[in-house]
Structure formats: structure tokens, C-alpha cells
């Protein structure tokens, strides 16, 4: 995984995490909402995996965000 790669992994997580930090709720709650695991979701915003478009979906709905809006967001953070 080249440097730029790790880098975005990590924004996205930052991204990821101060969303849901705003809207008050847990990983797990998250997680249960988007049929995902709780460990993924940790995953996520400690930069160790990278979502598929579907993930950033179903994310972006449980967030009350568009998709596109967490995108901008990364590139943005970056």
C-alpha cells in the first residue's frame, strides 16, 4: 500500500468518526443500523480497512449524509 493510499484510508476514518461523534452514537449502534460489525466500523476509523462504494452508502444514509457529501469531506480533510 503505497503512502498516499494509507493517508486516505486514515482521513476517510477521521471523517467517519467525527460524523458519527456528532450525531451521538456508538459504534455499535452504527454498526447494528448498517448491518455491519462493530469491529469493522473501528476498523474504518483507525484507517486499517477501506469501505466499498456500498458501505460508503449505506454509512452516508445512517449518518442522515449524502454519499458525496463524505467524499467532499475527505477530499477536503486531505
Known amino acids: 500500500m503505497s503512502r ?4 486516505l484510508h486514515i482521513t476517510f476514518g477521521k471523517v467517519l468518526r467525527k460524523r ?3 450525531t451521538g ?3 455499535e449502534k452504527l454498526a447494528l443500523a448498517c ?5 469493522y466500523i473501528s476498523l474504518l476509523e ?3 480497512r477501506q469501505p466499498s462504494l456500498t458501505t460508503i452508502f449505506i454509512l452516508a444514509n445512517q449518518l442522515s449524509l449524502s454519499p458525496s457529501a463524505i467524499i467532499k469531506e475527505v477530499e477536503d480533510f486531505r
Open 25 to 27: 452514537i456508538s459504534q
Open 35 to 39: 448491518d455491519l460489525d462493530r469491529t
Open 20 to 22: 458519527r461523534n456528532q
Open 4 to 7: 498516499e493510499e494509507k493517508s
Open 46 to 48: 483507525r484507517g486499517l
